[in-house]
């Protein structure tokens, strides 16, 4: 069957929010950014396509480019390894639904296979993790610290968003497969190689 998939973002569209969200839950996008996506998700339930919208949290891991300021555990080990400081423009309070790339993977493989149409699903975790806790993780694989530059944001940022992904393990059997220490420590390696190249 085929359709047309969209990767929304399940990370900024709610807004804020202290408990783990499903797909029914009114949106409350912040920035432009996440007013973006929203935008890009009606006109697609108004079209005639058949489609699937995934609201992904955070997936980390692959080949993402930290010069380019998205994804912040790339950054974070690029920054550790280099001795370089982070600027961090939100608290370290501060709750994200991070999950690795090969479970990304695995889910859109997953609701593919299962033949979802005109539905919209969460992608992620379905557990909160604070940036410090990130941070830690990182210090602990790379062996290096982190020295941190405390920013202030010019734009609305997010504090807290985790993703109910009971929809998407309902859909498909979906399990998260590799650990936050697991997926960092094998970020790890692929950043030292890439760095040694």
Excluded: W
Aim: glycine fraction near 8%; charge should be negative.
């Amino acid at each position: 069957m085929s359709r047309f998939v969209f990767f929304s973002s399940g990370g900024t569209i709610y807004g804020n929010t202290d408990l783990p969200i499903s797909e029914d839950h009114p949106i409350a996008p912040m920035s432009l950014y996440a007013r973006s996506k929203a935008g890009i998700e009606d006109l697609i339930r108004k079209s005639d396509l058949p489609y699937l919208i995934l609201r992904l949290s955070n997936p980390y891991g692959g080949y993402q480019i930290a010069e380019k300021k998205q994804g912040v555990i790339p950054i974070l080990i690029r920054r550790a390894l280099r001795n370089e400081p982070f600027e961090m423009y939100v608290s370290g309070d501060s709750v994200r639904d991070y999950f690795y790339i090969s479970d990304l993977g695995q889910a859109v493989t997953g609701l593919l296979e299962c033949g979802a149409v005109n539905d919209t699903v969460n992608v992620g975790s379905g557990q909160g993790t604070s940036l410090h806790e990130i941070i830690r993780l990182v210090q602990e694989a790379t062996g290096e610290t982190v020295s941190i530059i405390q920013k202030a944001s010019e734009m609305p940022v997010v504090q807290s968003i985790v993703l109910n992904i009971d929809k998407l393990k309902r859909l498909t059997g979906y399990e998260p497969a590799v650990s936050l220490r697991e997926g960092i420590a094998e970020e790890t390696l692929r950043i030292k190689k890439e760095t040694e190249i």
